[in-house]
């Protein structure tokens, strides 16, 4: 466990230097959602299928980078 969680620390600490503070904010909504998602189904409120949300990590990337490239354009 140790040397997955720090793997993932130094992954997310490369990142950090090429993605601008916005996509930072947005992944940092998009993980606090799927985390409140893991609080509800530990307490066994709801069922929520939180593996068919994982790919908005990935989305919220793209459409951050896709905001920044036509933002200017507007």
């Known amino acids: 466990m140790l040397i997955y969680q720090g793997a993932l620390t130094l992954l997310a600490g490369s990142l950090?230097?090429?993605?601008?503070?916005?996509?930072?904010?947005?992944l940092t909504a998009v993980g606090g959602t799927l985390i409140i998602g893991i609080g509800l189904n530990?307490?066994?409120?709801?069922?929520?299928?939180?593996?068919?949300?994982?790919?908005?990590l990935f989305a919220v990337v793209g459409l951050?980078?896709?905001?920044?490239?036509?933002?200017g354009t507007i």
Do not use: G
Request: charged fraction near 10%; hydrophobic fraction near 45%.
């Open 42 to 56: 530990m307490l066994e409120i709801t069922r929520i299928s939180l593996s068919n949300m994982l790919p908005s």
């Open 64 to 71: 951050c980078a896709l905001t920044a490239t036509f933002a």
């Open 16 to 26: 950090q230097s090429w993605l601008d503070p916005a996509t930072m904010t947005e």
